[in-house]
Nanobody, 122 residues
Framework: QVQLVESGGGLVQAGGSLRLSCAAS????????MGWFRQAPGRQREFVAA????????VYADSVKGRITISRDNAKKTVYLQMNSMKPETTADYYC???????????????WGQGTQVTVSS
């Protein structure tokens, strides 16, 4: 079993920055691919970013490239999502996810966190 706990969400003004964290416990974190997803009000959950177990490979949704950076610290069992130049349309619940299979992470992760709310005011 894996437990994922997100933190760092909140209210931020447009143009501001926010860093989300996802702390993992349970099975070996350092061998799992990790990802972030978001779900805006009235919309389906969508992929945001993913990072390989080593941190050497990252993938981003086209809509966030250049404004969002995913990183991880395997010693702390934590994955981060740094968001800059935030826009009101960035408002969503953000979820952390993990998978032993990096290819499957974007479609069927093994585990989900409970989410953290991010609100960007204009």
């Amino acid at each position: 079993q894996v437990q994922l706990v997100e933190s760092g969400g909140g209210l931020v003004q447009a143009g501001g920055s926010l860093r989300l964290s996802c702390a993992a416990s349970g099975r070996t974190f350092s061998t799992d691919a990790m990802g972030w997803f978001r779900q805006a009000p009235g919309r389906q959950r969508e992929f945001v970013a993913a990072i390989s177990w080593s941190g050497g490979n990252t993938v981003y949704a086209d809509s966030v490239k250049g404004r969002i950076t995913i990183s991880r610290d395997n010693a702390k069992k934590t994955v981060y999502l740094q968001m800059n130049s935030m826009k009101p349309e960035t408002t969503a619940d953000y979820y952390c996810a993990s998978s032993k299979n990096a290819v499957m992470l974007r479609t069927t992760p093994d585990y989900w966190g409970q989410g953290t709310q991010v609100t960007v005011s204009s």
